[in-house]
């Protein structure tokens, strides 16, 4: 599926586990006649991603709507600013006022502590890589969230790059083996890259033809040797417990990428709050 396609299926599914057969509460209490204006606000800093998204939300309920951002994704915003104002019948910011906040406040989180990873990087030629460790369902949001915080993405799923672990390589009979066996049949376009832990299969490896060499939960001495051994034949990219304390460290042994998992399995979303006022509605 397509990025879109993708994004339209998540809303679907969200739309059901949420509304299914209708708000009942809403319902049963709001006309269906009654305008009103919502205001999103941050409060907390951070870095705002998933307004294009939202905006999809409130498209599935209505068509003639106002949508007034006061940021775009990518921005940072201070605590106390203002993100969006919405108008639109009541019943609409009803239905999307939770799900709209949970994507919003998530993918915020995201690309916020995104940022935070890359202003530690700031005059090295290191980048921020995201991984697999997204919530089911929503990598293709975590993953938009990461590119707004500054970040880049690693491969989407297991089907556009070939990413080859211990558990290949074991069953392969090693890395030089594994390699070989994928290469077969692999695409120029589709990138390879080989998990190491040690010097050795460094240099099988680079000896291999990968395109990309991790170094798996490796010391930065070592790294820095492995870097040198490599000497361009691949790109290099650290990974494993790569928290901000560490990241210059690492990065001074010459790796081009730092993979963390945290930026979107151990996710603290953005506080941001959406009131709704019938007296703003013009």
């Known amino acids: 599926m397509e990025r879109e396609e993708l994004i339209e299926a998540l809303i679907d599914l969200a739309i059901e586990e949420d509304i299914a057969s209708g708000d009942i509460s809403t319902d049963a209490i709001i006309p269906t006649e009654s305008r009103a204006a919502a205001l999103m606000t941050a409060k907390a800093d951070g870095v705002i991603s998933g307004l294009e998204v939202i905006r999809k939300v409130y498209e ?54 995104t940022a935070a990873y890359v202003a530690e990087l700031e005059g090295t030629h290191t980048v921020i890589l995201d991984t697999r460790k997204t919530a089911p369902g929503m990598r293709i949001l975590d993953k938009m969230a990461v590119r707004d915080g500054g970040g880049h993405n690693h491969r989407m799923g297991l089907y556009d790059m070939v990413m080859l672990k211990d558990n290949h390589i074991k069953i392969a009979g090693g890395i030089p083996k594994a390699v070989a066996a994928v290469k077969k049949n692999l695409p120029l376009s589709v990138k390879l890259e ?56 690492v990065a001074a042994t010459g790796v081009d990428y730092i993979s963390v998992g945290a930026l979107t399995h151990s996710v603290t979303a953005l506080d941001i709050s959406m009131n709704i006022e019938t007296d703003n509605y013009e």
């Open 194 to 249: 080989v998990e190491t832990t040690n010097l050795d299969e460094v240099r099988q490896a680079v000896e291999a033809g990968a395109d990309i060499i991790m170094f798996d939960n490796m010391d930065n001495e070592t790294m820095a040797r492995a870097v040198k051994l490599i000497a361009g034949r691949a790109r290099t990219e650290a990974s494993g417990n790569m928290s901000i304390p560490r990241l210059k460290d």
């Open 60 to 113: 599935r309920f209505e068509e003639d709507f106002e949508w007034n951002p006061f940021v775009k994704d990518g921005d940072r915003v201070r605590k106390g600013d203002r993100i969006l104002e919405i108008k639109a019948g009541y019943r609409t910011l009803l239905y999307g006022e939770r799900l709209s906040l949970n994507i919003l406040q998530r993918m915020s989180g995201i690309a916020t502590a």
